[in-house]
């Protein structure tokens, strides 16, 4: 037998990430933004045909992908080495030079809508208006722009625009948990969504004609579902619901009369069939746990972009005719059959109140396992831990080392509610969540006391700081990517759209200034002895590079064992594979080195 090695990390991170895709009105191309080649750049396909080629060479991520109906252009959006300042070009099908369209450099600019006749594109931007952002129609062949919506009160994006371009419809987004709807007709503002004080969400906007109105919401309820709003007699109405499941996108088949719902029903995905004639709703099986998108098109073909834990993410076609799933893009660990990948257990404790706490589990392979586990609090905070594919993982777990990733209080999933708890509580309820979920997985059997380790990014990796702060006793090792150290400061170098909702989000900066000293990891980094790994992206517009510079130079001044990783042509994550790589590389290596150190 051929002395064959572990496979190496690059295996693990060979597999590319698809962050969003087009299908051509004439369902001949797909076009997909991808680092199949290490850097993110446009493919695409003819299909039937799988075989991919190159659009683009850019280097840089792509945010908006649109054709134009007649086929003449494709509109697409790039920022620069993760700054997220999307600027919004032209690109013929076949791929070539770039046309700018809406070009600002230092601003950002959200793309709504192209017109049927491709003439006239509708979008929000921060040029003029960085704090609560306008929106704009601009008209391609002469150049000329109007001023549809100035933002006042909270950030104000466009969001989606009438088939006839009668009516538009734009959110105020006062919070991640806070979002007003309006529908303007005829130079009147009509709120979509019934009076009311308590705060609650809108997303999923479809026109089903000139006049009726689909959308996902909350509004007096826990979990989002089905809406519709008639602008003819202005009335709102529940069409949908369904128990402890939140509906989080849709697409709309006119000529069958079906909508396409997704739900996320905390760690995994759901996709419905729902005939708007007979109300009846019909649950379709999927190839994978997490949808990021569907796609339908005119024929009633519907596109998927989706992702396993053990199987990274994939482009699938149902069509109408054939209802079995066809994967488009094959994308695998190479090397690695899926079955040496683990499966997270869904797990489910008690925190210091009584509220339920779901959480994931990655077994390391018994023939693997080293007995250390990695806590893994994820980012947002409003967002969650689900059964995604990530590579960082499955090498981890395929080195020995088993993976905790809790669902605390805040996350998304789990009702409007549970999502609201992390608001002005950034350290405490949260943080007590996942050392009882500690507690719980030692008491179980999960973990040993004496073997354990953290990780995280933005939130996730705030949360690994305060709780290296905190409570160091359980961690012999903290990996932080890119995390707030410091409220104050954070919330001051925030983006300036994001201004008006940290209050709500984090907390007031004068009101609140005890809690926030408290809940700022930097406020205990006497406490801080574990060897630590910084790692940070020089453009991250999030979580700026002073976040990290302030924590590393606390504890270098106090002798502390902290490495510094700073990437300098990276944002708030990483965009180039070789970057990607190099960092997890160190992750691993980090975590080893801690690990041979440590007493057995």
């Known amino acids: 037998m051929l002395p064959f090695s572990k496979p190496d990390v690059e295996q693990f991170f060979r597999t590319f990430t698809i962050e969003d895709f087009a299908v051509s009105p004439d369902e001949k191309q797909l076009i997909f933004s991808t680092n199949l080649n290490g850097k993110f750049n446009l493919w695409a396909m003819d299909l039937p045909h799988t075989f991919p080629y190159p659009l683009t060479f850019v280097d840089q991520c792509c945010h908006t992908i649109h054709y134009d109906q007649q086929g003449r252009f494709v509109l697409v959006g790039f920022d620069r080495d993760g700054d997220e300042n999307h600027q919004l070009y032209a690109m013929p099908p076949r791929g070539g030079q770039l046309q700018p369209i809406r070009v600002s450099e230092g601003d950002r600019h959200f793309f709504c809508s192209l017109s049927k006749d491709g003439e006239r594109l509708y979008y929000s931007s921060t040029k003029g208006n960085r704090t609560f952002l306008n929106s704009y129609r601009y008209n391609l062949l002469n150049d000329e722009e109007e001023t549809l919506l100035e933002g006042e009160e909270a950030p104000t994006i466009l969001i989606k625009v009438s088939p006839e371009e009668t009516s538009f419809v734009y959110v105020k987004y006062f919070a991640n948990t806070h979002q007003l709807v309006y529908v303007r007709k005829d130079s009147e503002d009509i709120r979509m969504t019934p009076p009311t004080n308590d705060q609650h969400t809108v997303s999923g906007m479809i026109y089903a004609s000139e006049d009726e ?57 759901c996709l419905y069939q729902y005939d708007l004639s007979d109300k009846k709703l019909q649950k379709l099986d999927t190839p994978v ?67 339920k706490i779901e959480a994931l589990y990655m077994r390391a392979k018994k023939e693997a396992s080293n007995g250390y586990l990695i806590l893994w609090p994820h980012g947002g905070p409003q967002a969650a831990e689900r059964k995604t594919f990530r590579a960082l993982f499955q090498y981890l777990a ?160 106090r002798g502390v064992d902290v490495e510094y990783m700073l990437l300098e042509d990276e944002g708030h994550g990483f965009s180039k594979k070789e970057n990607e790589m190099k960092v997890y590389r160190k992750v691993v290596e980090f975590f080893d080195h801690r690990r041979a150190l440590s007493p057995e």
């Open 213 to 269: 109105i689909y959308f996902l919401t909350n509004c007096g309820e826990d979990f989002t579902y089905l809406a519709n709003f008639d602008l003819r007699t202005r009335k709102f109405a529940k069409i949908l619901a369904l128990e402890n499941e939140d509906f989080s996108s849709m697409e709309y088949d006119k000529d069958r009369g079906l909508l396409y719902l997704v739900s996320s029903k905390g760690v995994e995905d």
């Open 289 to 355: 746990h997490v949808i990021e998108k569907i796609v339908l098109c005119e024929a009633g073909n519907l596109y998927l972009l989706g992702q396993s834990a053990t199987r990274p993410k994939n482009i699938y076609l149902r069509t109408t005719d054939q209802k079995e799933w066809k994967e488009l893009t094959y994308n695998r660990v190479p090397g690695v059959a899926e079955e040496q990948l683990v499966e997270p257990e869904l797990v489910t404790y008690t925190s210091f109140d009584g509220l």
């Open 398 to 557: 395929n080195r020995g080392y088993s993976i905790f990733a809790p669902n605390f209080r805040g996350s998304a999933g789990y009702g409007h509610k549970f999502m609201k708890m992390v608001e002005g509580d950034w350290g405490y309820g949260p943080r007590l969540d996942i050392i009882h979920g500690l507690e719980w997985l030692i008491e179980n059997g999960y973990a040993n006391r004496d073997r354990l380790l953290v990780m995280g990014g933005s939130y996730g990796g705030y949360m690994a700081l305060l709780l290296v702060g905190r409570h160091p006793e359980y961690f012999k090792a903290c990996v932080d990517m890119f995390g707030p150290s410091n409220l104050f400061t954070s919330i001051e170098t925030a983006p300036d759209f994001w201004k008006p909702m940290m209050k709500q989000w984090i907390g007031d900066p004068e009101k609140d200034k005890e809690k926030l000293i408290e809940d700022s990891p930097i406020t205990y980094t006497d406490q801080m002895a574990s060897p630590m790994l910084v790692i940070q992206g020089a453009n991250d517009p999030r979580v700026v590079r002073q976040e990290s510079d302030q924590i590393v130079a606390a504890l270098q001044s």
